[in-house]
């Protein structure tokens, strides 16, 4: 069981929107900054999101990030079959000393 | 733009010890960033195992931290995984990745911005 907790599987239409969630603790999400991973089929994670809501260089604004209390969100609009990936939220968990990752959320676009 | 590159056996008997590589080319490991290892059972998700500092400064998966030691090589310009004791459930594929670690007034500002391609590492006799 993953310290953070994402919904297993989303999926939308291309052009659409989706969001997906990632839900923790005061010990993690709650005090702590959220990234967001993608990790398309047979590759490494790619950092998406960063300190909650900051995109790095070349990821386009489709993706975006929030944080409220001790959940996190990650949106992507304009679905596109080339999103079709893992999605995975992480944060320093300071109670376990430890980076912590949800189980990861995989997306369909459908 | 920084790259990383890990290598090592790709077959581990039960037992033995998993020593992996991770090589930094682009850039200094004695910048202000830390250097992770996190690895994925196959079908599952991410597990973060440790980090390492230029300076030789740990933090360690208290799940793991028995049985791991990260380490530091300046001259070569790359880090090290060394994961002692393995077993079938150490199979994985194993990534090294630059992390920015920064705590302020104890919150973490924690991600990790560049990975390699990661190495898969199978236990078995």
């Not at chain 2, 850039?27 to 030789?56: A, C, D, F, T």
Request: aromatic share 10%.
């Amino acid at each position: 069981q993953s310290v953070l907790t994402q919904p297993p599987s989303v999926s939308a239409a291309p052009g659409q929107k989706v969001t997906i969630s990632c839900s923790g603790s005061s010990s993690n999400i709650g005090n702590n900054y959220v990234s967001w991973y993608q990790q398309l089929p047979g590759t490494a994670p790619k950092l998406l999101i960063y300190d909650n809501n900051k995109r790095p260089s070349g990821i386009p604004d489709r993706f975006s990030g929030s944080k409220s209390g001790t959940s996190a969100t990650l949106g992507i609009t304009g679905l596109q079959t080339g999103d079709e990936a893992d999605y995975y939220c992480g944060t320093w968990d300071s109670s376990l000393s430890v980076q912590v990752f949800g189980g990861g959320t995989k997306l369909t676009v459908l | 733009q920084v790259q990383l590159q890990e290598s090592g056996p790709g077959l581990v008997k039960p037992s033995g010890t998993l020593s992996l590589t991770c090589a930094v080319s682009g850039g200094s490991i004695s910048s202000s960033n830390w250097w992770s290892w996190v690895r994925q059972p196959p079908g599952k998700g991410l597990e973060w195992i440790g980090e390492i500092y230029h300076s030789g400064s740990t933090n360690y998966n208290p799940s793991l931290k028995s049985r791991v030691t990260i380490s530091v090589d300046k001259s070569k310009n790359q880090f090290s995984l060394k994961l002692s004791s393995v077993t079938a459930a150490d199979t994985a594929v194993y990534y090294c990745a630059r992390t920015h670690r920064v705590v302020t007034a104890r919150v973490y500002y924690y991600y990790m911005d560049v990975w390699g391609k990661g190495t898969t590492v199978t236990v078995s006799s």
